[in-house]
C-alpha cells in the first residue's frame, strides 16, 4: 500500500458524535487526497492537501473538515457524524503524473 | 461530477478469455490512468497514459486511447481468475494537474 496506513481501520460511532481518521505516509510526498467511496458513486474526493497547512476542497467537502500539520500526517474530521457519512474513506498520495496511491480504506459506520 | 463513465458496469467471462472495458470522458486530458481494485482493498494503480499517446501496454494489460472520441479501453489477455475485481478509469484534466477523477467503475467476474 506505498507506505500508507490509515487509522481505524473500523469504526462504528453513533449520529452527533464527532469522528477523525488519520493518514500517515513514510514517503514524504507533498500531495495527499481523502475520499469516500459508496455504491453507485464510486469514489469522490472529500479533501486534498498540498503541503502542510496547505489543503482544499473536494467536489463533497460539506459536513469534512481536515489538517495538515506534519507532512506525514493528514487528518479527516467529521464534526459532528451523520448517517450520510457512512462510507469507506480512502486516504491517498500523489505520484508525478497524479497517479493515486491508496491506503487501505476506513470502514466507517454512522448509527 | 464525474469525468469518466466505463462501460460496461459489470462483464463475466469465462477464464483465459480476453476482457475488454472501455471508459468515455468529457473534457481535455492531461492523462487517463486505470486502476485495479479487489473486493474490501484499496485501489492500484496499473497503468497511465498520456494525452499524446495511443497505446500502451504492462504485461497482460494492453490501454487504447483516442482523444478525439475522448475515450479509453482496458484489454486484459488470457483472463485470470485473480483478475476478478473492479476497474476504474480515471482523468487528470488538462491544466488541472492536482485533480484526478475517478469513474464508477466496470465489475469484472473471471469464471473457472
Given at each position: 500500500?506505498?507506505?500508507?496506513?490509515?487509522?481505524?481501520?473500523?469504526?462504528?460511532?453513533?449520529?452527533?458524535?464527532p469522528?477523525?481518521?488519520?493518514?500517515?505516509?513514510?514517503?514524504?510526498?507533498?500531495?495527499?487526497?481523502?475520499?469516500?467511496?459508496?455504491?453507485?458513486?464510486?469514489?469522490?474526493?472529500?479533501?486534498?492537501?498540498?503541503?502542510?497547512?496547505?489543503?482544499?476542497?473536494?467536489?463533497?467537502?460539506?459536513?469534512?473538515?481536515?489538517?495538515?500539520?506534519k507532512?506525514?500526517?493528514?487528518?479527516?474530521?467529521?464534526e459532528?457524524?451523520?448517517?450520510?457519512?457512512?462510507?469507506?474513506?480512502?486516504?491517498a498520495?500523489?505520484?508525478?503524473?497524479?497517479?493515486q496511491?491508496?491506503?487501505?480504506?476506513?470502514?466507517?459506520?454512522?448509527? | 461530477?464525474q469525468?469518466g463513465?466505463?462501460?460496461?458496469?459489470?462483464?463475466?467471462?469465462?477464464?483465459?478469455?480476453?476482457?475488454?472495458?472501455?471508459?468515455?470522458?468529457?473534457?481535455?486530458?492531461?492523462?487517463?490512468?486505470?486502476?485495479?481494485?479487489?473486493?474490501?482493498?484499496g485501489?492500484?494503480?496499473?497503468?497511465?497514459?498520456?494525452?499524446n499517446?495511443?497505446?500502451?501496454?504492462?504485461?497482460?494489460?494492453?490501454?487504447?486511447?483516442?482523444?478525439?472520441?475522448?475515450?479509453?479501453?482496458?484489454l486484459?489477455?488470457?483472463?485470470?481468475?485473480?483478475?476478478?475485481a473492479?476497474?476504474?478509469?480515471?482523468?487528470?484534466?488538462?491544466?488541472?494537474?492536482?485533480?484526478?477523477?475517478?469513474?464508477?467503475?466496470?465489475?469484472?467476474?473471471?469464471?473457472?
Amino acid at each position: 500500500d506505498a507506505g500508507i496506513t490509515q487509522s481505524p481501520r473500523h469504526k462504528v460511532t453513533e449520529t452527533g458524535t464527532p469522528v477523525t481518521l488519520r493518514c500517515h505516509q513514510t514517503e514524504n510526498h507533498r500531495y495527499m487526497y481523502w475520499y469516500r467511496q459508496d455504491p453507485g458513486h464510486g469514489l469522490r474526493l472529500i479533501h486534498y492537501s498540498y503541503g502542510v497547512k496547505d489543503t482544499d476542497k473536494g467536489e463533497v467537502s460539506d459536513g469534512y473538515s481536515v489538517s495538515r500539520s506534519k507532512t506525514e500526517d493528514f487528518l479527516l474530521t467529521l464534526e459532528s457524524a451523520t448517517s450520510s457519512q457512512t462510507s469507506v474513506y480512502f486516504c491517498a498520495i500523489r505520484g508525478l503524473d497524479n497517479e493515486q496511491f491508496f491506503g487501505p480504506g476506513t470502514r466507517l459506520t454512522v448509527l | 461530477s464525474q469525468q469518466g463513465e466505463e462501460d460496461p458496469q459489470a462483464l463475466s467471462i469465462q477464464e483465459g478469455e480476453n476482457a475488454t472495458m472501455n471508459c468515455s470522458y468529457k473534457t481535455s486530458i492531461n492523462n487517463l490512468q486505470w486502476y485495479r481494485q479487489n473486493s474490501g482493498r484499496g485501489l492500484v494503480h496499473l497503468i497511465l497514459i498520456r494525452s499524446n499517446e495511443r497505446e500502451k501496454h504492462s504485461g497482460r494489460l494492453r490501454v487504447t486511447l483516442d482523444t478525439s472520441k475522448k475515450s479509453s479501453s482496458l484489454l486484459i489477455t488470457a483472463s485470470r481468475a485473480a483478475d476478478t475485481a473492479s476497474y476504474f478509469c480515471a482523468t487528470v484534466p488538462m491544466n488541472r494537474d492536482d485533480k484526478i477523477i475517478f469513474g464508477k467503475g466496470t465489475r469484472l467476474h473471471i469464471l473457472p
